[in-house]
C-alpha cells in the first residue's frame, strides 16, 4: 500500500526558510520521478519543482534560486529546502511520485503539508 508521509510545513515570516520533506512507503522509490506541487485558495494545482529518477530538477521559474529539491533514495524521502520565502508562497504544498511503464502511468500524491508566509 502506497503511503507518504509529508511534514515540515508550518507558519514562518517573510524572508524566512522551510523544508518540506516526504517520507514513502509501498512503492519502489527509485524508479519514481518525484514532484512538489502546491494549490493556493481558489487557485489551480502548480507544478513548483520536480526530480527525476536519474536526478535531474526542473524548477518554474519564480522558485529557481529560492528553492531546491533533493531525493534520498535510501530513506525513501524527497525534499524541498525553501528560503527566501514570500507571501504568496503560502499554500498547500503536496508531493507527487510518478512513473510512465507500458504505457501505464503510476501517479500516488500525499495529503499535503501547509505552508503560510505571513508577517
Known amino acids: 500500500q502506497v503511503h507518504f508521509v509529508e511534514s515540515g510545513g508550518g507558519f514562518v515570516q517573510p524572508g524566512g526558510a522551510l523544508r518540506l520533506s516526504c517520507a514513502t512507503s509501498g512503492f519502489t522509490f527509485s524508479n519514481y520521478d518525484m514532484s512538489w506541487y502546491r494549490q493556493a485558495p481558489g487557485k489551480e494545482r502548480e507544478l513548483v519543482a520536480g526530480i527525476s529518477s536519474g536526478g535531474s530538477t526542473n524548477y518554474i521559474d519564480s522558485m529557481k534560486g529560492r528553492f531546491t529539491i533533493s531525493r534520498n533514495n535510501a530513506k525513501n524521502t524527497v525534499y524541498l529546502q525553501m528560503t527566501s520565502l514570500r507571501p504568496e508562497d503560502t499554500a498547500m504544498y503536496y508531493c507527487?511520485?510518478?512513473?510512465?511503464?507500458?504505457?501505464?502511468?503510476?501517479?500516488?500524491w500525499g495529503q499535503g503539508t501547509q505552508v503560510t508566509v505571513s508577517s
Open positions: 507527487n511520485a510518478r512513473r510512465i511503464a507500458l504505457l501505464r502511468t503510476y501517479d500516488y
